[in-house]
């Protein structure tokens, strides 16, 4: 099977010195769940990161910035299933078009500059020409935005790793609020939701935990939907007060979702109508079968329970400017140590764990393949294993 995938990708304009080997994604580790940036003080906030091994030695038939980092900043969430265009300018597509390293046309909604979907709602943190190298010493020196140009209002953080014709995207958790008034009243609310992916046994409760940054009397509403094209939202929690800056929400999932895979969403409404929406940026996995210790493959999904393990929930928390240490397109493309592009899903797949219940690898060729053949067959859905 990974043979087969590797022909079809050397197949097309991906067949450059390049083609399959792992892109180095940005690592976000240590971001802080909420960043306030006072521009009443200081419009910049600076964002640390880290990679997991420099990659600056480009092929023969690579463009000359290949293999570089940009910075964006996106003015509204999107669900894990809702991928971000893959190429930034029609020059990116085009220089790499030129040497064979890229198709010579894409669909409009795959590349920023012309995408409707996200039109006046990109910003970029490092300009085009400015893209950095993949080195330890510049991941050291993180990266500064100056948000004095940008709407008020509450940002996404993505890293972009170009590297034609595969480019990556690593969306930091967390959010950044920018305000010019630091009292809550001043600024529309905002949350973040820190748990990753989650693999539940049928009729197990998981707890959606994040932070919030909201006036007095706000409320959160939170929703299921399964991880389908048309997504159709359930509320599983309404009108909660919010109390504090930070939350925590039980989820049982219903029937439906038994030997299925969820999205979950959350809304934070203020007294002033304003409101924030936010998702977790990983799937809800729910198996087909109940309790711990026992394999029993009743659920047509993974396998039985008791042969995987549940995601990890992150800690809860708000920060301020500058206290954060150190998600790809049509798939991931993972890097060295198994980073994957949040929302852009590099599939899961073999490595078993006894009972002869399997999960897949998260990186390394295979991964990277399978991610990529996904993504040609455009699949914007999990599907169900065994």
Request: hydrophobic share 35%.
């Amino acid at each position: 099977m990974a043979s087969a995938i590797g022909v079809m990708l050397l197949a097309g304009p991906a067949a450059a010195g390049n083609g399959t080997k792992p892109r180095i994604t940005v690592d976000w580790s240590g971001a802080p769940c909420m960043t306030i940036v006072d521009r009443s003080a200081d419009p910049v906030v600076h964002m640390d990161y880290a990679i997991s091994q420099e990659d600056t030695d480009l092929t023969e038939d690579e463009v000359s910035d290949s293999r570089t980092h940009q910075f964006f900043a996106l003015c509204r969430a999107h669900d894990p299933q809702s991928f971000l265009p893959r190429w930034i300018t029609q020059d990116d597509l085009d220089r790499a078009a030129a040497i064979g390293s890229a198709p010579t046309m894409v669909d409009a909604e795959d590349m920023f500059e012309t995408s409707t979907t996200w039109a006046d709602c990109w910003f970029r943190i490092t300009p085009d020409d400015q893209r950095l190298p993949i080195t330890f010493a510049q991941a050291a020196m993180g990266v500064d935005w100056d948000t004095s140009a940008v709407p008020a209002g509450t940002y996404i953080i993505d890293g972009y790793t170009f590297e034609p014709a595969i480019n990556v995207w690593s969306e930091r958790p967390g959010v950044v609020k920018v305000v010019d008034d630091p009292a809550l009243p001043a600024s529309g609310p905002a949350l973040a939701i820190n748990n990753t992916e989650e693999v539940l046994n049928k009729n197990e409760p998981v707890t959606i935990e994040g932070c919030v940054s909201a006036m007095d009397g706000s409320t959160i509403t939170a929703y299921w939907g399964l991880a389908e094209l048309d997504v159709q939202w359930q509320p599983f929690l309404e009108d909660d007060p919010v109390a504090g800056s930070s939350f925590a929400l039980e989820f049982l999932p219903p029937e439906a979702l038994a030997g299925e895979t969820a999205m979950i969403r959350v809304d934070v409404t203020d007294p002033m109508g304003r409101s924030y929406t936010n998702y977790m940026r990983e799937l809800v996995i729910v198996l087909g079968t109940e309790g711990p210790g026992s394999c029993n493959d009743g659920g047509g999904f993974i396998g039985g329970a008791g042969c995987g393990g549940s995601g990890d929930s992150g800690d809860t928390g708000d920060g301020s400017a500058g206290t954060g240490n150190a998600d790809d397109t049509a798939g991931t493309a993972g890097d060295a140590t198994g980073n994957t592009t949040p929302g852009q899903d590099g599939g899961d797949g073999g490595g078993g764990q006894g009972c002869g219940c399997a999960t897949a690898p998260r990186s390394g060729p295979q991964a990277l393949a399978l991610g990529l053949l996904l993504g040609l067959f455009g699949l914007r859905r999990r599907k169900a294993l065994g």
